[in-house]
């Protein structure tokens, strides 16, 4: 009889629910019945894979984009990807995109008051190496205003999109930076209840992958589901 | 050692800057095996309002029912040109619009075949989470005793399966809808 690992489900409270009061957009656009459990098949183990020809040096240095340099400070922001058993994840796709110093970012939908940065487009993306390993060279984005409720500012933030190895472990989340003073009062940061997950969306400076003289470090390691320890029949 | 996978957060309005690189609405290359079908729809959030923020992913077996991926054991082809992966932006409208092939059938775990279907990924502002859910194909003999259709209640069922458009060869309908009577089977996956 052959058999069929599945992946991991999350840990009751480490990922958000899809209803929260808090964030408005959510009270309109949240599933209302429960979800279906699904065991996983393989087409769930199963996902897209790209190839890793398709990566540059500009994709992943967000700062050599245009004719100038970008305004702001120059950041490097690394770290690993691993399944939860601390397996390097080889060679899967991260897309990232932010806004730009001034909080402001390079989308028709953003009319916030901040200037556009010409030398500044925003967006990248890189493949692991064979030890989960990836590395972007940007600016440190800028904090910003939106609609959600009276006074609400976003904490500064890079947007994560990681495919994994299925169609499984497919991952979109939100980087942070350490003592964000908004934080606290960010109703999308908050929506996780479990503390300790939500903390580890916050990066880690890192002294060493600065660049002396250049740019500083930041780290984030990111954990995709791990393999079930029990096979299903196929 | 045992971490904890990391926490999803919402795409938020603005993800088309880091993801329209991928965007992809024509899966299958001229050439690759297979009948071709075009399936659109719309996301409409809880009013019946189309929403013009979200993004579609989509993975599909070719139509010999294989996965391009090293963990698919079949002894069945690949084909060049068919990777079937798709990413679909929503219009101002909520509209999506996509063209492939039909997949073949796929194992499921009680060893029978699955009925074709298309496993689709929802990221839109509002959601901090991706939703899962599949699209099925009409008239297919084998939906009846689908693995993934079964665990859900009958009533509910038809909202996988994409609808024929009366006169309109190889064009399936098919919609997401977040809340309300027509809500959308979503899995947990």
Known sequence: MSELLGYRRALAGTQPDYLHPRYKSSLKRAPAQPLVHLPHTLSEITGPVFAPETVNVKACDLTRQHSGEPLGERIIVSGRVMDEDGRPVRKTLLEVWQANAAGRYRHKVDQHQAPLDPNFSGHGYAMTDSEGRYRFITVRPGEYPWGNHHNAWRPAHVHFSVFGPAFATRLVTQMYFPGDPLLPFDPIYNCTADESARQRLISVFDWESTIPGHALGYKFDIILNGRDATPMEK | ?189
């Open chain 2, 1 to 189: 050692m045992t971490l904890r996978a990391t926490t999803s957060q919402t795409v938020g309005p603005f993800f088309s800057i880091g993801m329209e690189r991928l965007n992809c609405a024509e899966l299958a290359a001229p050439g690759v095996a297979g009948e071709r079908v075009t399936i659109e729809g719309r996301v409409l959030d809880a009013d019946g309002v189309g929403v013009p923020d979200a993004i579609l992913e989509l993975w599909q077996a070719n139509s010999h029912g294989k996965y391009a991926h090293p963990e698919d054991w079949q002894e069945k082809p690949v084909e060049a040109g068919f990777q079937g992966y798709g990413r679909i932006p929503t219009d101002e409208d909520g509209k999506f619009r996509f063209t492939t092939i039909k997949p073949g059938a796929v194992p499921g775990p009680d060893g029978k075949l699955q009925a074709p279907h298309i496993a689709v990924s929802v990221f839109m502002r509002g959601l901090m989470r991706r939703v899962v859910t599949r699209i099925y194909f009409p008239d297919e003999a084998g939906n009846a005793g689908d693995f993934a259709l079964s665990l859900v209640e009958a009533g509910r069922r038809g909202t996988l399966i994409a609808r024929k458009v009366p006169g309109m060869d190889g064009l399936l309908k098919w919609d997401v809808i977040m809340q309300g009577p027509q809500e959308t089977v979503f899995f947990d996956c």
